[in-house]
């Protein structure tokens, strides 16, 4: 494109692009500061003007009469504001006479650079036409325009019968007009869209209003498929306003009609589709989506890896391909286009629509013709005797792909539907298939960090419960059933010194590897602060420490709030106590020998992960045969019920009477949980055992050297007693160490205690907060070899504090002895 030359009266200025035919227009251009910028032939054929005298000024110069109040830049009130203006202009030509022009005003681009200003458009005065002229002397051109018109046009009288129509409606019809004339548009076409049209046409001799109405598809005798149209309709009065019939005219907007179609199917699939993370839902949506609409049988595919759960093949597909069949849906009841049931396998051969779709990556459209057909039926003979047995004529196969990946493939066939696929239809198969891919892969991707989660999370559990002298154990976990990811619940039972348990319960902020992740952390960290016999508040004050510092470890450029919360408990079938403490955790529910449930008197801390609170020990005793109910909130919270609810539910459940543990569990779940969980749920119950006197004797030390002889003389009586007599030897030189240092090196009250259990417990308390430790003797040093003697003789021994000192325990394991 070139700049005009300035200089040139010829050259239209401002749009040197204008089109031709433009000889009779007056045009010029005038930027936003009202200066002229452009300047036709035609302008100067008005004004007289030539270009070189005008560009450069300012366009209220040509103005007959100066206007006030111009806020245009001396434009004049037609270009004051907005972006079109018209109307009749006073202007001075270059002679000086008044020419009063009518101006159309555009606001626009008017220069290469984009610069905005306005576009003066003005017809150039010619002679009139003379009343002789070739065009005013036809008088049946109005007529030849009302019957080439290429929109349908027929006009009826009062009675709604039809008068004229033009050749359009002749051929929709496949009648002539003298053959229709005297008939009712619903005489012409039997059809309900006709009834309604009729009752619009009433109302439009009632009213003397127009009226347009959209009819539904329908297909006239004259076309091969069917059309949808705009139909307007029009009073006809003569020439002194009488009403004598109706105007009618019809427009075609089938395409306009399946666009809009097309997008709302899109819409509906999108909607559709993105509601759920189940690979058979989401090929099922779609098939439901595509048949009627769209085709009449559809039927979705998918690669078997998919429903594995294995990785996606490597590397381009071949032939032969098998496929599970996902979903299917036809106007046909039953389906019956099908090749197989759903969750069957098909093999797709080399030649077949659906490998040669997926081996080249890209949509397929067959009109099933006679020759191609009897191809098929040498190859396949299966799939053709299906498409000659329905009439299938056209057929659509996309290969299923996301993200770089092949997943399937979808097929349309239409067999009822006379019309045939075209270009249009195969670019909506695509988008339909495209989002449905998307979903699918979102479904794969999900469900293969579910199952990684979910492996994760069950090696972090424990795989069964401990034999516990203390406590009979049984457990139950459930991974939530919705798609919204793994948890962190978790559970554990832990045998401690002195034949003591340890139950525990927890829940970790977040769902999916992180969350495992961080709860396999704790547990394992619970398990540690377990072994060197921390009361349950201390234990849950060390825990708080590393959830705190867990959560300064976080990368920066993946945030994530690490917070847990927790519930810990120690049970003594000796003294039958049991110590609570919990962190922001539901507490337990403690069920009674006799069956009644009851919330334990228990204060519980914060969250694990606040930092700086305290967390307070509750002591209770429970009688033999109570039962301790650990769980997370998942079993009692849920969006169908309130907490409350669903604790008062649990309660009922507990207080049922069962014949074990392991049916109570079950019995729980039933009456708490629906087919799909929002949460993981995590449910630990412990019964109660207890130690009789007949396996426990205590007796006390006096800090006097010489006791250490009644202490194994004690030992070795009640040995003799419960029949031990083979542990005599190693348990009295056991007590004698332990008994010796708690004498020359702690301080009073000083208590040995023996119990038999599964092992042969020996436990030396005193009132000194400082722990033995091992040493390596020199080899002529008197002392330093009684604990390393004792740890050679014992199964293991550790030490545990308590608030009035500390216990030395040793167990022997009675079975290999």
């Given at each position: ?13 401002g ?18 500061h ?14 007289g ?6 560009l ?60 905005t ?31 080439q ?12 019968r039809?008068?004229?129509?033009n050749a ?9 007009e003298?053959r ?26 009632e ?8 009819s ?8 091969s ?14 020439p ?35 509601s ?25 595919d ?8 294995d990785?996606?093949p ?12 996902t ?24 030649h ?49 792909r996301?993200?770089g ?24 198969a ?27 999370q ?45 139950v ?53 450029e ?13 049970y ?48 209770t005793?429970?009688?033999?045969g109570?039962?301790l ?15 409350g609810?669903?604790l008062?539910?649990l ?12 049916a ?137 504090q ?16």
């Amino acid at each position: 494109m070139t700049t005009p030359d300035p200089t040139d009266p010829t050259a239209p200025r401002g749009r040197p692009d204008a089109p031709p035919g433009t000889a009779g227009l007056a045009t010029a251009t005038v930027d936003d500061h009202g200066v002229v910028t452009g300047w036709s032939e035609g302008a100067r054929q008005l004004l007289g003007h030539r270009a070189e005298e005008v560009l450069g000024r300012r366009a209220a110069e040509l103005l007959a009469e100066p206007t006030a109040g111009d806020t245009a830049g001396g434009a004049g009130p037609c270009l004051a504001e907005g972006a079109r203006w018209s109307g009749t202009v006073a202007l001075r030509h270059r002679d000086g006479h008044r020419v009063e022009v009518e101006l159309l005003a555009h606001r626009g681009p008017v220069a290469e650079d984009g610069a905005t200003g306005w576009l003066l458009v003005s017809a150039v005065p010619r002679e009139p036409l003379p009343r002789d002229a070739p065009a005013l002397q036809d008088p049946g051109a109005a007529d030849r325009g009302f019957v080439q018109s290429p929109c349908i046009l027929a006009l009826f009288d009062t009675e709604l019968r039809l008068i004229r129509a033009n050749a359009e409606m002749e051929a929709t019809t496949a009648l002539s007009e003298d053959r229709m004339r005297g008939l009712r548009l619903s005489e012409l076409v039997p059809h309900r869209e006709s009834d309604r049209v009729e009752r619009a046409m009433r109302r439009v001799l009632e009213s003397g209003e127009r009226h347009d109405l959209e009819s539904g598809r329908l297909r006239l005798p004259g076309l091969s498929h069917e059309h949808a149209y705009m139909v307007s309709l029009a009073p006809l009065t003569d020439p002194a306003g009488g009403l004598r019939g109706v105007c009618f005219a019809a427009y075609d907007i089938t395409a306009q009609r399946e666009a809009r179609q097309r997008l709302l199917l899109l819409s509906e699939a999108g909607a559709r589709l993105g509601s759920t993370l189940d690979l058979d839902r989401i090929a099922q949506e779609l098939v439901e989506v595509a048949v009627p609409r769209f085709a009449d049988f559809a039927n979705v595919d998918l690669l078997t890896f998919l429903h594995d759960g294995d990785e996606p093949p490597e590397g381009p597909l071949s032939a032969p391909i098998t496929l599970r069949h996902t979903a299917h849906r036809s106007v046909l009841e039953g389906a019956p286009e099908a090749l197989a049931g759903i969750g069957g396998l098909i093999t797709h051969p080399e030649h077949s629509l659906t490998a040669r779709s997926l081996t080249e990556g890209r949509a397929v459209r067959y009109q099933i013709t006679a020759p191609l057909l009897a191809s098929w039926e040498a190859r396949d003979p299966v799939r053709a005797a299906r498409i000659r047995d329905y009439g299938i004529h056209s057929v659509i196969m996309v290969p299923m792909r996301a993200r770089g990946v092949t997943l399937g493939a979808a097929s349309f066939a239409r067999h009822r539907t006379p019309t045939p696929f075209t270009a249009d239809d195969v670019l909506l198969a695509e988008e339909l298939t495209a989002r449905a891919a998307v979903c699918v892969d979102n479904t794969r991707r999900y469900l293969r960090e579910r199952r990684t989660a979910l492996t994760l999370q069950r090696s972090l559990l424990p795989q069964r419960m401990p034999d516990l002298t203390a406590l009979e154990v049984a457990s139950r976990y459930l991974p939530s059933g919705t798609y919204a990811g793994v948890g962190g619940d978790w559970f554990d039972a832990i045998p401690l010194s002195g034949a003591r348990a340890a139950v525990v319960v927890g829940d970790v902020v977040g769902r999916g590897l992180r969350a495992s992740a961080t709860m396999g952390r704790l547990r394992t960290a619970v398990r540690t602060l377990a072994d060197i016999d921390l009361p349950p508040g201390e234990l849950l004050t060390h825990l708080d420490d590393l959830v705190t510092r867990l959560s300064s470890e976080e990368d920066p450029e993946m945030p994530a709030a690490v917070g847990a919360t927790c519930l810990y408990a120690i049970y003594d079938p000796v003294s039958r106590h049991c110590a609570i403490a919990a962190a922001g955790h539901p507490a337990p529910l403690v069920v009674s020998p006799e069956g009644t449930a009851d919330l334990p008197a228990l204060s519980i801390g914060p969250p694990l992960g606040l930092g700086g609170l305290p967390f307070e020990t509750t002591e209770t005793e429970l009688p033999e045969g109570s039962v301790l109910a650990l769980y997370t909130n998942g079993l009692i919270n849920s969006r169908h019920r309130e907490i409350g609810e669903g604790l008062d539910t649990l309660r009922n459940a507990l207080s049922s009477p069962v014949a074990s543990l392991d049916a109570l569990c079950d019995s729980v779940l039933r009456a708490l949980l629906p087919a799909r969980p929002d949460d993981d749920i995590a449910l630990l119950l412990a019964r109660t055992r207890a130690l009789g006197t007949d396996r426990v004797a205590t007796w006390a030390i006096p800090p006097d050297a010489a006791a250490v002889a009644d202490a194994r003389r004690n030992t070795v009586e009640r040995l003799t007693d419960w029949g031990l007599e083979k542990a005599v030897f190693t348990t009295e030189l056991i007590v004698s160490e332990l008994v010796t240092n708690a004498i020359r090196y702690a301080r009073p009250p000083i208590r040995l205690r023996l119990i038999r259990d599964r092992a042969l417990i020996c436990e030396v308390s005193d009132g000194s907060s400082t722990a033995p430790h091992v040493r390596r003797a020199r080899v002529f040093d008197e002392g330093g070899r009684g604990l390393m003697l004792v740890a050679q003789m014992a199964t293991r021994w550790g030490t545990r504090q308590s608030t009035d000192g500390k216990t030395i325990w040793v167990e022997q394991d009675l079975a290999s002895g």
